[in-house]
């Protein structure tokens, strides 16, 4: 089991920024693939980012609507993953959710940012971006 718990969301007013943390416990870190997802009332789960380990390195994946402004990263010693938003717009606003999924399982996109390849799911943090 890993228990995943976010924090980091609040109040934010266009073109501010938020740095969202999610902390890891449980198995150890280094097993798993790490993604954020994002949900309005009514709307399905929508991906966000997600970052993975292989031989050659670090691979980070990112949705359209957030490319060039939100950096998912990590901090293996302290199990921590990092989702840092900048510039938000209103249409941000959404529970932001981190999820975990075990290295190796996922080598495509379309994986990545599928919410049902995801194993451990975190209780989500409230992102309101508002004037």
């Known amino acids: 089991q890993v228990q995943l718990v976010e924090s980091g969301g609040g109040l934010v007013q266009p073109g501010g920024s938020l740095r969202l943390s999610c902390a890891a416990s449980g198995r150890p870190f280094s097993n798993y693939a790490m993604g954020w997802f994002r949900q309005t009332q009514g709307k399905e789960r929508e991906f966000v980012a997600a970052?993975?380990?292989?031989?050659?390195?670090?691979?980070?994946y990112y949705a359209d609507s957030v490319k060039g402004r939100f950096t998912i990263s990590v901090n293996n010693a302290k199990m921590t993953v990092y989702l840092q938003m900048n510039s938000l717009k209103p249409e941000d606003t959404a529970v932001y959710y981190c999820?975990?999924?075990?290295?190796?399982?996922?080598?495509?996109?379309?994986?990545?940012?599928?919410?049902?390849?995801?194993?451990?799911w975190g209780q989500g943090t409230q992102v309101t971006v508002s004037s």
């Open positions: 970052i993975d380990w292989s031989w050659n390195g670090v691979s980070t």
């Open positions: 999820a975990a999924v075990s290295r190796g399982h996922c080598s495509t996109y379309g994986c990545y940012v599928n919410p049902n390849e995801y194993e451990y």
